[in-house]
């Protein structure tokens, strides 16, 4: 088979896990470009992510809850798009219900740091660079100066905390972004913050370069097997129970024939 379709330009740290937990899920979503359905989770975790963006682009001594509020209407009309609605078969109840639990994450939020106090260099900050022959691209939620005059990756996350022992999986993501800072702004990040606020915890790891290297490394070697399969024209399938039952393409991938174990 060839695709008909173009390879994706760039590689984003979202892709790589794509890539990572299923080869066939990232030539779905990344190369065919087939539509996922929004799920409620995500939408929600857009809706947070839309007024925390707004309000941290605000002037810090502004940023307080009632300033916080007042761009949930905005995050009505931007996340909650007919498209979204129709996946998510969301009547005005379902809406009230979402809005509710997102106004208690921004909540919690508060609880969590002042924003007054934040001081950042940028908010859904995009960054690319071409590190080792492989084109990286990803959307920072906040990239922090803090008082020692070193940079802080903050990452929100509306889902669960990891377990107890959380492992290098947790942390994956940002430090290839840590990485991507370094090439293209000349500086890497001192610690990377994953910001739980749905649940009001927090946890940071410090960047180190062996680190840092690690996550370029699995990204260079991913991209080239990226380039292998699709010049091959079929990515592998990998399908299990754990990858299959958060896939969007569930239906996709039986009719051709894979095995997906039942969720
Ligand atoms: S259903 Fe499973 S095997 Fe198929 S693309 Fe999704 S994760 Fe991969």
């Not at 760039?10 to 990232?26: I, T, V």
């Not at 070697?221 to 592998?236: Q, R």
């Amino acid at each position: 088979m060839t695709f008909s379709q173009a390879l994706p330009k760039s590689l984003s740290p979202s892709r790589l896990q794509d890539f990572q937990a299923c080869p066939r899920r990232y030539q779905y979503a990344s190369v065919e470009r087939l539509a996922q359905p929004a799920s409620y989770a995500a939408t929600k975790g857009r809706f947070v992510h839309h007024v925390f963006e707004k309000l941290l682009a605000e002037n810090a001594a502004e940023r307080d809850r009632d300033l916080a509020l007042s761009f949930v209407p905005d995050a009505v009309e931007h996340v909650l798009t007919e498209s979204v609605r129709r996946d998510l078969d969301l009547d005005a109840q379902g809406e009230a219900r979402l809005v509710a639990e997102a106004t208690s994450i921004i909540d919690t939020y508060f609880t969590m740091e002042d924003p007054c106090e934040v001081s950042h260099e940028g908010v859904e900050l995009r960054l690319s660079a071409t590190i080792e022959d492989t084109p990286l691209f990803g959307i920072l939620d906040r990239l922090d100066r803090d008082s020692d005059g070193d940079l802080v990756i903050v990452d929100y996350k509306t889902g669960s905390l990891p377990n107890r022992d959380y492992d290098a999986k947790t942390f994956a993501n940002t430090e290839l972004y840590a990485a991507l800072c370094e090439a293209k702004l000349g500086e890497r990040p001192r610690r990377i913050r994953l910001m739980y606020v749905a649940k009001g915890e927090t946890i940071e790891r410090p960047v180190t370069e062996v680190l840092a290297r690690a996550r370029v490394a699995t990204a260079v070697s991913a991209w080239s097997k990226i380039k292998g399969f699709y010049d091959d024209g079929a990515f592998p399938a990998n399908p299990s129970r754990n990858t299959c039952r958060f896939c969007a393409y569930t239906a996709t991938c039986r009719a051709s024939g894979v095995s997906v174990p039942a969720s």
